[in-house]
């Protein structure tokens, strides 16, 4: 089955409405939506404030629904699409559950783990390495980040 890249049902998009649902509800507005085999399996956006976890990032909560809709923790023929280049801690978890490819939008030059800081993906002790697709509506999804961060000061 072909994935719909056209309209608000394609897994960016998904990752979009998640992040804006994340926004509204006082989280840093960052979202996911995990693919596999043409559909979309799971979708999340971060809850660390409602849930009162530091992991709750949206790429660790779709990863976790992920595997728990294929009932094991490898996620193979998986595509990961996030608003925002992951943290370490999510570029690890992408990782050990063997994502396929990942794609983000913004690049985060300060937080990120992937193209930024530790560079995850980059490092020996990297057991699995996705295919990295970065950038996809960058402008769009820093333009959602400055705009939340811009109501908060």
Avoid: W
Avoid at 7 to 24: K, Q
Avoid at 96 to 104: D, G, H, N, T, W
């Amino acid at each position: 089955m072909a994935l719909d890249t056209t309209s608000t049902n394609d897994p960016m998009s998904i990752a979009f409405a998640e992040a804006e649902a994340a926004g509204r509800r006082g989280e840093v507005p960052v979202g996911a939506a995990i693919v596999a085999n043409g559909e979309v399996i799971a979708r999340a956006g971060n809850r660390t404030i409602e849930l009162s976890d530091p992991t709750a990032h949206a790429e660790m909560l779709a990863i976790r629904g992920a595997a728990a809709a294929v009932g094991g923790q490898r996620l193979s023929g998986a595509d990961l699409y996030v608003t925002l280049e992951p943290c370490a801690m999510c570029a690890a978890a992408i990782s050990f559950a063997r994502i396929r490819r990942l794609y983000f939008a913004a690049p985060d030059p300060k937080g990120g783990g992937v193209e930024h800081g530790g560079r995850f993906f980059s490092q020996p002790t990297c057991h699995h390495a996705p295919e990295v697709y970065g950038g996809l509506r960058a402008g769009e999804a820093a333009e959602l980040l400055k705009a939340f961060f811009a109501d908060r000061r």
